[in-house]
């Protein structure tokens, strides 16, 4: 079994940042992929970022230029920097990864609320 336990969110004001944390403990395969996603209210869930293995990235068109994913191998952890901050980035944020043999999990969520 593996956990992840996210940290970071809070209540922020438009134009400022967040740094979201992602650790997994547990018995830990081999992450292909680690993401971020969000769901806001009334909207369905969203991969918002995304490290792949082989050191690529990738971003939704909304954030690209304002937050930065990143991961550490040794801790086990991803992380998400948040810049620039707007509203509509209010949302719960969840991380996921996959293992190599396609197996998937979920972390709680954070709230993030952008607003002044």
């Known amino acids: 079994q593996v956990q992840l336990v996210e940290s970071g969110g809070g209540l922020v004001q438009p134009g400022g940042s967040l740094r979201l944390s992602c650790a997994a403990s547990?018995?830990?395969?081999?992450?292909?992929?680690m993401e971020w996603y969000r769901q806001a209210p009334g909207k369905q869930r969203e991969l918002v970022a995304n490290?792949?293995?082989?050191?690529?990235?990738n971003y939704v068109d909304s954030v690209k230029g304002r937050f930065t994913i990143s991961r550490d191998n040794t801790k086990h952890t991803v992380y998400l920097q948040m810049n620039s901050l707007k509203p509509e980035d209010t949302a719960v944020y969840y991380c996921?990864?996959?293992?190599?043999?396609?197996?998937?999990?979920w972390g709680q969520g954070t709230q993030v609320t952008v607003s002044s």
């Open positions: 996921r990864v996959v293992s190599r043999g396609g197996y998937e999990y």
């Open positions: 547990g018995n830990i395969p081999t992450f292909y992929a």
């Open positions: 490290s792949i293995s082989d050191g690529s990235t």
